[in-house]
């Protein structure tokens, strides 16, 4: 059943909102580490996205405590969380994926990060699961072809990571919000199911000039691609093909479709030749046909998020370079660590930045 009306919100607290599709067995590690957090003030609200796997009954029967939301069919990561958030009342939203720990202060530090700094949105120092001294991800990055891109990921942790600082944007597994912003920028594309969806909020909250906080010390770690099963399938390329261009019809005005032209062919080659080396071109065809079917009302929303009171285009144009900039040195970190070359990279820094 789905729920009508906002929960009340604890006094001085946040709404802690984990969307859930047959995550059963990622459901006492992620919610046993929440109600052992430093920080109590919060409520928990899981939206279960028709799961068949009996979560729901999981949930009333070990959580209690959970406020569950309960769809009948799997309506998508963007769907699911915005149901999740309007059904709060909390000035801070804190935004979940099921197959997360989180370490005892994390909330703590992330209630004290906004306290502190004035930014709409924090991101969490994200470290893998199962290797703990490995990054999963430190604030998201943002490349003109129209993606983002965890910065740090696969890298080991160091003081490079240690720093406070503003970042593009924040992974949607794990982030948090002020309620104001989805008031101001609007809520996740429901258009997007999943995939990029992130992305593209990330995306309009720059150009409406606020800015997001990357907090070292509020720490998540997560197993990542729990629902999909892995990283790359057919499911996933086909979403994350169609919604990179649905990122951009939506998002780039035609000046930044001329200026970034370039920067936008050399990363679809560099995807379409990855696909096909996994094995999954027919899936990224099924994305450009899926990208055409729904082009026309992507279109239509496209008028109203550039008729949107924003920053100056310029200033946008700066914002996304230094994102870039951020992704390539993250990239080029990685790859010495392992013993590879930067030599094409170190072209591409020479041509677009």
Known sequence: MEHQGAYPCPAAGLDIVIPNYNGRQFLATCLESIFRQTFTSFQVIVVDNGSTDGSVAYLHDRFPAVRVIALPENTGFSAAVNRGIKAGSCPLVF????????????LQEFVLAAGQH???????KMLSFQERHILDGAGEGFLRGGVGYRLGTMESD????????????????????RRSLFGQVGMFDEDFFAY????????????????????????????????????????TVRLSTRNNLYLLLKN?????????LPAICVYQFFWLL????KGQFFS???GLAAFLRGARPMFRKRKKTLSTPGIAD????GRILRAEKDVVQSIMRRREAQGKGNGLLKLYCRIFL
């Open 252 to 260: 780039y005005p035609i000046s930044f479709v001329l200026r970034f």
């Open 95 to 106: 935004l979940l994926n099921n197959d997360t720990e989180l370490a005892p202060e994390c």
């Open 158 to 177: 160091s003081e490079v990571y240690n720093a406070s600082r503003r970042v593009f944007g924040a992974c949607g597994g794990a982030a948090l919000y």
């Open 196 to 235: 990029l969806e992130d992305v593209d909020l990330n995306f309009r909250a720059n150009r409406a000039g606020l800015t997001c906080r990357y907090v070292p010390a509020a720490v998540v770690y997560h197993i990542g691609s729990a629902t999909t099963g892995s990283k790359i399938n057919p499911f």
């Open 314 to 317: 310029r200033e946008m144009a």
């Open 274 to 277: 990855f696909v096909v080396k």
């Open 284 to 286: 990224y065809c099924s």
């Open 118 to 124: 004035d930014d709409a949105f924090f991101a969490p």
